[in-house]
Structures are given as C-alpha cells and as structure tokens.
C-alpha cells in the first residue's frame, strides 16, 4: 500500500515541502492514468469506493470519536463539532453521494461548441480534466469523501489537507479510499493527504504550482483569506456565508416561518444558514411576535435592533445588534434581526455586507421577487425557499467540492463541470495558413 501517511513517503524525506512536493508529483503521474479511463472504469471505482467506506464504518467512527471528543475538550463550538461528528447514518449518506456520482454523466469528453470554419478546418471545444486537485479545509471528514469522488469522475488527482481537528478521521479515510482504489487497478495516488506535515505542508500544498492545477480553500473566512493571499497554485475561492433572508411586506406568514427555521436551525454549522433576517417594517407587528417565539423556542439567541427588541417575548434569549453582528457569520444557534423601511433598504443592506454566498427573499410580489433577483449580486439568489438548498446535491450536481462566491471560472455549488477545464481540437487536412 503507496498511499498511507507512513508509508507513501520516503523516510529520508523529512522536510515538509519536499515530502508535499513529492505527494503532488505522485498525484500528478496517477492522473495520467484517468486520462483515457472509461466512465465505466471511473464509476465501477466510485460504487467500490462507497463499498469501502460502508465497510469500514466502525473503523472511520472509532477514529472519528478520538477527533470529536480532542475538540470538544479543546473548546470548539458546537456548530463546528456538529460539522466534524460522524455517525453510522452520515457514513451511509457520504458513500450514497458517491454513488449519486456515478449516476451523473461524465463531463469529460463533453463538446462545449464546435463548428467547420470557411476553409474547412474543423473545430471542437471539449471538457478535459485539470490534472491535480488540492484542497486545504477545516474539520470537515465528509469533504475528503467528496473531494475524492468529485476528482475521480471529472478525471483528476486529488491532495488533500484536511487540518489538525479532522486528522485521524482523514488518515483512516483516505486510506480506505486509496485501497478501494487499488483494489478496482487503479492507482491509490489518485486520493493523498499532506496533513502529516501539518502547516508547513498546507503551505508547500499552496507554493506547488506547476504541480497541483488547481487549489480550493473550504472553509473559514481567516483560511481562505491566508490561502488567496499565499498561494502560488491558481485558487478558486470559496466563501464564507454571511447568508441573509428578506421577508417583504407581500410575505406568506406561514411560509415565511418555515424557511426561516430551516434556513436558520436545521444545521447551524454550515455555511448555507441564514445569520441575518430583515423584516419589511409594515409586517413587523405581524410576523415579528410569532417568529421570535418560535426562534426562542429553537433555543435561537436574537441579535436584534431596537425595533426588533421590542417584540422579544419574556423570556427569549435576545441582546442589542452592534455593527459587528450585521457582518458576522455566527454558525450557532444566534440570528441578526433587523427591521428595515423597504426593499430598497432591504437590498441595500445585503449589499452592504453579504459575502455573496445565498441571498433570499419570501414574497408573493413578483415586482419585488424579480427586483431582488436583479439587484442583489450572490452566488445563489433564493425565491420563496430557504437557503438551505444551495448545495452541490440540492441541486443536482452531485457532491460538491466547494460553494465558489467569486466570478471567474466557477461560481456557486461547484460539481464535476467546475473541475474540468476546456481544449481546443482543431482537424485539418493538409491546412497551412496564408
């Protein structure tokens, strides 16, 4: 076995760039071998791959506990253990992502355009794979799932650093995602970790350009900004989700308290919540009352303005909002709420401080439903639905390897496309140009 943490690098090599570098050069030679793999040969993997993991649920869990149980005594806030915390069921429901994938089509050989110029050459555009994949993330074990599996069926090498608070998760992961593919011929090199050399490998992983194609940070909003600022590898950001909900004064109550709570305490820890709600001031009276007692009854604490105060029910956990909670990507069981004069002040209030993630509103307006649309830049902008739907698998993509919030490349839940880039094949016959 090549792809073991102890194994996969010489002794010798005990300097941490060298030992990434000779990673990224491993993983670079076992992408040449998805270069003419089948779907057939790729999706057999995958299936073999989730096999794997059902497999060895106790071993991924026992390992598993060992990280939960050092963060939780560390301090690490309940929103980021809930999103570091495996259980039989989120094992079954990483490995039936897997198979979700194999089901998709293939983007590799897809033709994205292509014509028969004047003179006869002909020309074609087709999806190709990047090559090697890095990915430096936080306490996440189900992103080593799908960064392996998203790599493979878009014909990539995967490196990955997974940091310190998902270690012995990712260790025992990745071998047993490397053994399956091994098992299936082929190379175990296709899915490899750098956490063994700990931040100095997250940095030679960021400096390996000419080795990794491509890197994605996923994560919080001081690694992203250490990985943009730092790297070298070309870097398809993913952002933070300072996510708002629009309740216009049009609003179904009952609808909107729906995607509220969804939005706001289905899962806390992840980046698609809502922090902050703004309420059309016209149905504060209204839809404030009951919207507080039921966030309160959810054990949600109110980060609220003066108007919103006003409507607490006894009892509720609820403290002034201060300029820095407008801004603030909580990840807890704690909500923005402001009241606002209109859509107008509404939009002007997400531009001011959304971090273009998912932006919703709830309305029974189309003026207003269309205007939202139109005005607030996001990379998911929601109608009459929570924000709890911007995910790779929501929308049908299949897992994803990140929620990009910039403009180049890739923007919003990026599948298998996004981890493919293009070639021109151009067909003469005998052509010179005059």
């Given at each position: 076995?090549?792809?073991?943490?102890?194994?996969?690098?010489?002794?010798?090599l005990?300097?941490?760039e060298?030992a990434?570098l000779?990673?990224?050069?491993?993983?670079?030679?076992?992408?040449?071998t998805?270069?003419?793999a089948t779907r057939?040969?790729?999706?057999a993997?995958?299936?073999?791959?989730?096999?794997?993991?059902?497999?060895?649920t106790?071993?991924?869990?026992a390992?598993?506990?060992?990280?939960?149980e050092?963060?939780?005594?560390?301090?690490?806030s309940?929103?980021l253990?809930?999103?570091?915390?495996?259980?039989?069921e989120?094992v079954?429901?990483?490995?039936?992502?897997?198979?979700?994938?194999?089901?998709?089509?293939?983007?590799?050989?897809?033709v994205?355009?292509?014509?028969?110029?004047?003179?006869?050459?002909?020309?074609?555009?087709v999806?190709?794979?990047?090559?090697v994949v890095?990915m430096?993330y936080?306490?996440?074990?189900?992103?080593?799932?799908d960064?392996?599996?998203?790599?493979?069926?878009?014909?990539?090498a995967?490196?990955?650093?997974?940091?310190?608070?998902a270690a012995?998760?990712n260790?025992?992961?990745?071998?047993?995602?490397?053994d399956a593919?091994?098992?299936?011929?082929?190379p175990?090199?296709?899915?490899?970790?750098?956490d063994?050399?700990?931040?100095?490998g997250?940095?030679?992983?960021m400096h390996?350009?000419?080795?990794?194609?491509?890197l994605?940070?996923?994560?919080g909003?001081?690694?992203?900004?250490?990985v943009?600022?730092?790297?070298?590898?070309?870097?398809i950001?993913?952002?933070v989700?300072?996510?708002?909900?629009?309740?216009?004064?049009s609003?179904?109550h009952a609808?909107?308290l729906a995607?509220?709570?969804?939005?706001?305490?289905?899962?806390?820890?992840?980046?698609?919540?809502?922090?902050?709600?703004?309420?059309?001031?016209?149905?504060?009276?209204?839809?404030?009352?009951?919207?507080?007692?039921?966030?309160?009854?959810?054990?949600?604490?109110?980060?609220?303005d003066e108007?919103?105060?006003?409507h607490v029910?006894?009892?509720?956990?609820?403290v002034?909002?201060?300029?820095?909670?407008?801004?603030?990507?909580?990840?807890?069981?704690?909500?923005?709420v402001?009241?606002?004069e209109?859509?107008?002040?509404?939009?002007a209030?997400?531009?001011?401080?959304?971090?273009g993630?998912t932006?919703?509103i709830?309305?029974?307006?189309?003026r207003?439903?269309e205007?939202?649309?139109?005005?607030v830049?996001?990379?998911?902008?929601?109608?009459?639905?929570?924000?709890?739907?911007?995910?790779?698998?929501?929308?049908?993509l299949?897992?994803?390897?990140?929620?990009?919030t910039?403009?180049?490349?890739a923007?919003?839940?990026?599948?298998l496309?996004?981890?493919?880039?293009?070639?021109?094949v151009?067909?003469?016959?005998?052509?010179?140009?005059?």
């Amino acid at each position: 076995m090549t792809t073991s943490l102890e194994q996969s690098t010489p002794a010798a090599l005990v300097d941490p760039e060298e030992a990434v570098l000779a990673v990224a050069r491993r993983a670079r030679e076992a992408s040449r071998t998805l270069a003419t793999a089948t779907r057939a040969t790729k999706d057999a993997a995958l299936h073999a791959m989730a096999d794997a993991l059902v497999a060895a649920t106790d071993r991924v869990l026992a390992a598993n506990v060992q990280d939960v149980e050092r963060e939780r005594a560390a301090g690490m806030s309940p929103g980021l253990l809930d999103r570091l915390a495996l259980t039989p069921e989120r094992v079954a429901a990483i490995a039936d992502a897997l198979r979700e994938l194999a089901a998709l089509p293939d983007p590799v050989g897809e033709v994205v355009r292509g014509s028969t110029l004047p003179n006869g050459l002909r020309l074609r555009q087709v999806r190709v794979p990047m090559g090697v994949v890095g990915m430096i993330y936080e306490a996440r074990p189900n992103v080593t799932v799908d960064a392996a599996g998203l790599a493979l069926k878009s014909g990539n090498a995967v490196v990955l650093r997974g940091g310190s608070a998902a270690a012995r998760s990712n260790e025992v992961v990745v071998r047993v995602l490397a053994d399956a593919l091994e098992a299936q011929g082929l190379p175990g090199d296709l899915v490899q970790s750098v956490d063994a050399w700990g931040r100095p490998g997250a940095v030679a992983l960021m400096h390996a350009r000419g080795l990794v194609d491509v890197l994605v940070p996923r994560g919080g909003a001081d690694l992203i900004a250490t990985v943009v600022r730092e790297a070298t590898v070309p870097v398809i950001e993913t952002g933070v989700g300072n996510c708002h909900l629009y309740v216009d004064a049009s609003a179904d109550h009952a609808d909107a308290l729906a995607i509220l709570l969804n939005s706001k305490t289905q899962r806390v820890g992840v980046c698609n919540a809502v922090e902050t709600l703004l309420v059309h001031r016209d149905v504060a009276d209204t839809f404030l009352p009951a919207a507080l007692t039921a966030l309160a009854t959810a054990g949600v604490t109110v980060h609220g303005d003066e108007v919103t105060l006003t409507h607490v029910p006894a009892g509720a956990a609820a403290v002034p909002a201060t300029e820095e909670d407008w801004g603030t990507e909580y990840l807890s069981l704690d909500l923005a709420v402001r009241v606002v004069e209109d859509l107008d002040a509404a939009v002007a209030h997400v531009r001011r401080w959304s971090t273009g993630h998912t932006e919703a509103i709830v309305t029974r307006d189309l003026r207003a439903s269309e205007r939202f649309v139109a005005e607030v830049d996001a990379a998911a902008v929601i109608v009459n639905a929570s924000t709890r739907f911007t995910d790779g698998g929501q929308f049908g993509l299949g897992a994803e390897i990140g929620i990009s919030t910039q403009k180049l490349h890739a923007r919003g839940p990026m599948g298998l496309s996004e981890l493919t880039t293009t070639k021109w094949v151009v067909h003469g016959d005998g052509h010179v140009r005059p």
